[in-house]
């Protein structure tokens, strides 16, 4: 069997009549006395996506993105340009563009290639035709259907299923020579529910880095059932109540508090650069002792795993806090070079036209001791989140947001009234400082999350198991 | 300086032929293929981007990209497909992989191009193309010139989180199978700028910008610097408030946000989905009587400007909102036909949008509201479409007896967007004509704070 690295080779220079010494040339055209190191990075994504609404498949949409981006780096300073195609004079090109960051110069050394076969975290397969047409429309239908019979008060059912399949390819002055091929497909259901005159939606999701054979009946018959859940919940929800008070955050999704409160803070490139709340505080509490947050791109076919990172770096399950104790940060290569330490293997970029940044990949929090009904019985008075929407975070002053999609009021240790979405809002360090139980019941989201940072989306998991955090100050409206 | 003269842009207006041609050739190819319509959409940009941080040169990107999008109709069926390769080969491959789609993707009465009649005939010159050769070594200084004024603006400005200058241009061309065909040669330059500020109490950062597509017309560097400074340190040492119910003023760039949501609620997608917090309001009342939102896609120079939306239809000036009520929703022909109404040229968004009415000093506005919340910074996604209801982290600063007295963070705003919309009761004459939905202060009657 031949390995990934083989794979992408195929598929990105064979096409283009490209061999590994026409890569070398350019490589050594890069490479200079001046320049620290010197990357070409090649990509071909190939994405189809299929929705359904008003009980019909509407639409459906196939794109392929190919091309090669040129990196330079010298010091602190990148030169970055990319071609939209693999072709070896627009390659020669972009080489030169990246390369007048560091000025002309003579020839420099390139290190000997180094072979990176590193573990597959998913199959390298093509995911788009793992279904028919026919298949994938009956698919939508079938979802719809699920919904549609959950409950007489489904008004509006929309399905999208999306499926893509990505093949990287990445060599550079140091010796890099790696390659990755990834699958990655996703469901979403979203629902609307009519009743009285009040309108609510709800929506349920999820995927991986696999084939689409996975999404099999039952499973999007309960992914449809799970949105008509959520929508009916929000139905019956009154407002929410407006201060700082208790929050217990139920298990899965919720890590997007992780995500924002401190996993946005402990890449690199802003604690390099002394912009992150957490900067220089490497060894020192930043979280209650019952906190150990990890970031683990190495789990089997999650949404955020990688076999190499963008730069090539094999994927690494790494510890950013320890009982509390932060431990250090997420790298990619430029900025474990300039702060003296190893990338993490958390190199990421949107595509081959983006610059490679320190990014996430399934961040979670490792799982406590508590039962999660004695978490819920040790609140007097507080809310329940079970279900996010998202979250936003400054880095600078530590402050986040996320906002509940579902959740409830508890009272005297019971969750009673389901209540509206309401945001809640944070500073990491001191809230993760106020976490007082830790559930048993560690879960990994269903597949889902997108992670924006300068304008770049990237796939990412997020998980935990259900916590407690003393006091968090929830935006609602109520004030009874 | 180390970095050699690289002319980042060359000009775009030899390309608008060949893009042209293309766009002829790729429904060629559809009609060909067997579809019995097609629209296609062909975009190049190329341009530069330079950051710099802490008086050293970070990054230096140049930008190249060409690409098409083709929707293809077989009847009522459709199907898309877009790639960034324009070879012959690969045009033939992408109309393939769209018809095969459409094989498969079931009967839509509302599916199509738009009407025929409605293709734009006139396509006025809006004065978007100012390309200009700008090189590293220019937009280095420019960075540096802005840099500097800002970290010698305050002792507390600690760090740059860096400053960037980009020169952009571009060339769009959509055709469709009606035979209509438009192209549009666009520039857009900016110089944006962000900084760290510290004291006692810890780290904030804040920015600002200036953005136009004729680089004459920026502001000029040093002034973008100090701004940014001010706007940074004025964070500096926020305290929270009280929990409880004040008026709100939004800045002119938060306000943008909310008539955002208002445009939302009243564009056709939303509404016949039944996904809006406005349903059937047309002719309704939602807003403050004196309130006006104006689209105006023909102003000259503008970043909003279009001669025709994204399906060929002719824009024209209207009013979404005269005096509170509801007098047009956003249609493209496809929602349009959804809710049996005509499109209003808004395939793809709106145009140039403004609010308009008893425009007030800032200081009027401040002094009406006494006490309460003056918010700079909205943070979270905490707005739900369907029902209205609006929960969002908030920054800014607490107001008392008409005078801006400290900076607040970490506290929430909420409300429901239908009600805050009608409790609009004032605006301010600082209207912010960067943003496409350019809008003055607002202030909110009362919303619920959560703080403290």
Not at chain 2, 118 to 134: F, G, K, W
């Amino acid at each position: 069997m031949s390995s990934v690295l083989d794979c992408a080779r195929d598929r990105l220079w064979a096409p283009a009549g490209i061999d590994q010494s026409d890569v070398e040339k350019v490589i050594d055209r890069l490479a200079g006395p001046a320049i620290d190191m010197g990357e070409v990075f090649f990509q071909n994504q190939k994405s189809e996506s299929w929705a359904l609404e008003d009980g019909i498949v509407k639409e459906g949409s196939f794109s392929v993105d190919r091309g090669v981006g040129v990196r330079a780096v010298s010091g602190e300073k990148t030169g970055f340009a990319y071609a939209e195609d693999i072709l070896l004079p627009a390659l020669g090109k972009a080489a030169d563009a990246a390369r007048t960051i560091a000025g002309r110069g003579d020839a420099g050394s390139v290190s000997a290639w180094r072979r990176c076969d590193a573990i597959s975290r998913y199959p390298a397969l093509d995911p788009l035709p793992t279904l028919s047409g026919e298949d994938k429309v009956a698919l939508l239908m079938r979802a719809d259907h699920a919904a549609r019979t959950a409950d007489e008060r489904v008004d509006e059912v929309n399905v999208r299923l999306a499926a893509s399949h990505e093949s990287v390819l990445v060599i550079a002055t140091d010796g890099t020579l790696a390659g990755d091929i990834r699958p990655l497909v996703r469901m979403d259901v979203s629902v609307i529910v009519e009743h009285d005159g009040r309108r609510e939606r709800g929506f349920a999701g999820g995927g991986g880095r696999r084939s689409l054979v996975g999404f099999d009946d039952d499973w999007v018959e309960e992914l449809a059932r799970e949105a008509v859940r959520t929508a009916l919940v929000n139905l019956e929800a009154d407002a929410a109540p407006a201060g700082p008070m208790t929050v217990v955050l139920g298990p899965g999704w919720p890590g997007v508090l992780l995500h924002e409160a401190v996993g946005h803070g402990l890449e690199g490139d802003f604690n390099h650069k002394g912009s992150s709340a957490f900067a220089g505080k490497v060894g020192q509490p930043v979280a209650s002792e019952l906190c150990t947050v990890v970031d683990d791109g190495t789990m089997d076919g999650r949404r955020g795993s990688l076999t190499v990172d963008d730069e090539g770096t094999p994927s690494s399950e790494t510890v950013l806090i320890e009982k509390g104790v932060l431990q250090g940060y997420m790298q990619d290569k430029l900025n474990a070079r300039l702060m003296g330490t190893i990338s993490t293997g958390n190199g990421r970029r949107q595509s081959y036209a983006s610059l490679p940044m320190p990014r996430m990949t399934n961040t979670y929090l490792r799982p406590g001791e508590s039962d999660p009904e004695e978490i819920i019985a040790s609140v007097k008075k507080g809310v329940f989140a079970a279900n996010f929407g998202g979250g936003q975070v400054d880095i600078t002053s530590g402050r986040f947001v996320f906002s509940a999609t579902e959740a409830y009021l508890i009272e005297g240790g019971k969750m009673t009234r389901p209540i509206r979405g309401a945001t809640l809002i944070g500073n990491g360090p001191e809230v993760m400082g106020r976490v007082s139980m830790v559930g048993n019941d560690l879960e990994i989201d269903h597949g889902v999350g997108v992670c924006g940072k300068d304008g770049q989306s990237v796939p990412v998991g997020v998980g935990q198991p259900t916590l407690k955090i003393d006091e968090v100050i929830v935006g609602g409206t109520s004030t009874g | 300086m180390t970095v050699n003269d690289v002319v980042a842009t060359g000009g775009l207006s030899g390309e608008e032929d060949t893009l042209n041609s293309l766009v002829s050739e790729i429904l060629g190819e559809a009609q060909k293929q067997g579809a019995t319509a097609a629209e296609v959409s062909v975009t190049q940009d190329e341009g530069l981007a330079v950051t710099v941080r802490n008086e050293e040169i970070e990054t230096v990107e140049f930008n190249q990209d060409r690409g098409f999008g083709i929707a293809v109709y077989v009847g009522k069926c459709k199907g898309s497909a877009s790639t960034s390769d324009s070879s012959i080969a690969a045009i033939s491959d992408t109309v393939r992989a769209a018809l095969d789609i459409a094989r498969h993707t079931q009967e839509d009465p509302a599916s199509g191009l738009a009407d025929a009649e409605r293709m734009a005939t006139l396509l006025p010159d809006l004065d978007l193309y100012h390309p200009m050769e700008m090189t590293t070594d220019q937009a280095v200084e420019i960075a540096l010139e802005c840099e500097k004024a800002g970290l010698g603006h305050d002792e507390r400005i600690r760090n740059s989180d860096g400053v960037q200058v980009s020169s952009q241009q571009s060339c769009r061309v959509y055709g469709n199978s009606h035979g209509f065909i438009g192209s549009y040669l666009a520039t857009r330059f900016g110089t944006s700028c962000v900084f760290i500020g510290e004291d006692d109490n810890g780290m904030q950062r804040d920015y600002w910008y200036t953005v136009a597509r004729d680089f004459d017309v920026l502001d000029a560097p040093e002034a973008v610097g100090i701004e940014a400074a001010r706007r940074t340190v004025a964070r500096l040492s926020p305290r929270k408030v009280a929990t409880g119910s004040y008026p709100v003023l939004f800045s002119p760039q938060m306000a943008s946000g909310l008539i955002s949501h208002l445009l939302g609620a009243i564009s056709g997608g939303a509404l016949y989905r039944k996904a809006s917090f406005l349903l059937d309001s047309m002719g309704q009342t939602v807003m403050a009587k004196d309130l006006t939102v104006v689209e105006e896609p023909h102003l000259s120079g503008r970043l909003g400007s279009a001669a025709f939306d994204g399906e060929g239809v002719g824009t024209w000036s209207k009013a979404f909102v005269e005096q509170g009520v509801v007098e047009n929703y956003v249609l493209s022909s496809y929602s349009a036909r959804k809710l049996e109404l005509e499109t209003t040229g808004n395939a793809g968004g709106v145009h140039n949008v403004s609010l308009r009415g008893d425009a007030r000093p800032f200081a009027s506005l401040l002094e009406g509201m006494g006490d309460g919340l003056y918010v700079t910074e909205l943070m979270g996604q905490g707005v739900n479409g369907v029902t209205g209801d609006y929960s969002r982290g908030a920054s800014g600063f607490w107001v008392e007896g008409g005078e801006i007295c400290y900076p607040v963070d970490e506290v929430t705003i909420a409300g429901n967007l239908k009600d805050m919309l009608k409790n609009l009761v004032a605006i301010g004459d600082d209207v912010d004509l960067r943003l496409n939905v350019a809008t003055p202060s607002v202030l909110v009657g009362e919303l619920m704070v959560a703080g403290e």
